[in-house]
């Protein structure tokens, strides 16, 4: 039995032997894996302008929506609507034949109110004279004082009745109370109108216009030291609706008195020209502001750039064809390119494409383009290669 087992496990330890040797002949073929292919870019210093941007509503420095102060029918429209009006300019009339026949009898009233003044003083006088002759009882001298002051007093009536005929007989003429440019009238000639109730048409004044934004309380002294330095250059950008910007730049007009407790934002209104009446009241877009870190920075592409627990990180070319892996600080992103503040200096080379085959301390070989990054085999592609 013993001889039996001998003879049985020699062959089995002869083939593992065989197999291990085996093995670590393939070790010894494969060897290290070869060095990925990357493409890099230097970090350089460039021109970094970039812009703070803020929704944007434009509105009037001067708006005033028309209202009649008198009931009555439009007899009469005297503007071309959508056109420049001057201040005092005919807009509208008002049928005024009432209001004339009104201001016709308060002023005939006034003439009977004088004749009675007049024959009350001339009783008056006569009655005093006669007083002091003791050539009357003194009861008629009162009595004609009396009627002499109700008869001043009639007077001031009618006039006081006069001028108030004639302000409704003016308000039937409604006329301009700016210059601007006004609307498309919301009345027709022959429409009913009342006090206070029927829109006539709006009037606004548009240039300069305003453009209105909301500021973080934080941007608050940034937005007075431009007002103080009545920046009028190419720091306020506004950008139409279409993504066009607003050829005139803006300046900082007014900077409202208190923050909104709710939203913790303050209004500034941006003053515009408008000599070609493109912009409009009511038209929304965005004010772009020239960040006041723009200039020379260090600028490497975005794509370099990897997040990990938002923390960001970029591979560095070193000696030995070796890449190291640097934590940086960000700025603003400008085009394909972004801001280093800090992590690595001007003339570093920054790994751009090949990251994703990238471990800290490997070794690299730099390839022009990323075509002949996508070609190269990756290392387990190699090493399976190398085993057949």
Not at 291 to 319: C, H, W
Not at 341 to 365: F, N, P, Y
């Amino acid at each position: 039995m013993k001889s039996f087992l001998h003879t049985f496990f020699v062959p089995l330890i002869v083939l593992s032997g065989l197999m291990a040797c085996g093995g670590d002949k393939k070790q010894a073929q494969q060897g290290p894996p070869p060095p990925t292919s990357v493409v890099v870019a230097v970090a350089n210093q460039g021109s970094a302008v970039y812009y703070d941007e803020y929704p944007a509503t434009v509105t009037p420095l001067n708006q005033v929506e028309i209202y009649p102060q008198i009931t009555g029918y439009i007899t009469g429209i005297f503007f071309t609507e959508g056109q420049i009006v001057s201040k005092g300019q005919k807009l509208y009339e008002i049928d005024k034949q009432q209001y004339q026949a009104n201001y016709d009898e308060a002023v005939a009233n006034v003439n009977v109110a004088l004749a009675n003044l007049n024959r009350a003083q001339k009783d008056a006088d006569r009655y005093e004279t006669l007083a002091k002759q003791d050539a009357i009882a003194r009861q008629v001298v009162d009595n004609a004082e009396a009627a002499l002051e109700s008869a001043k007093m009639q007077v001031a009536a009618a006039r006081a009745n006069v001028s108030r005929v004639s302000t409704n007989l003016e308000y039937a003429t409604i006329k301009a109370p700016l210059t601007g440019t006004i609307g498309i009238s919301q009345v027709k000639l022959g429409a009913a109108v009342s006090p206070g109730q029927t829109l006539l048409n709006t009037i606004s004044s548009d240039n300069p216009i305003a453009v209105d934004i909301s500021v973080d309380e934080t941007d608050i002294p940034r937005f007075v030291r431009f007002q103080n330095q009545k920046i009028t250059d190419s720091t306020f950008v506004f950008i139409l609706a279409g993504g066009q910007p607003y050829k005139a730049s803006g300046k900082v007009g007014i900077i409202d008195r208190a923050v909104d407790p709710q939203t913790g934002t303050l209004k500034v209104r941006l003053f515009f020209a408008n000599n070609q009446k493109m912009l409009k009241s009511g038209m929304n877009g965005n004010v772009r502001v020239l960040n006041s870190d723009s200039g020379q920075r260090l600028l490497i592409p975005y794509k370099a750039v990897t997040e990990q627990m938002s923390e960001y990180f970029v591979y560095v070319l070193g000696d030995s064809s070796k890449v190291f892996q640097r934590k940086i600080s960000l700025g603003n992103r400008i085009g394909p390119n972004i801001v280093v503040k800090d992590g690595i200096r001007e003339g570093d080379k920054i790994v751009t494409e090949g990251i994703q085959k990238l471990r800290d301390g490997a070794v690299v070989k730099v390839v022009s383009d990323s075509a002949a990054v996508a070609q190269a085999p990756t290392a387990a592609q190699s090493t399976t290669g190398q085993t057949r």
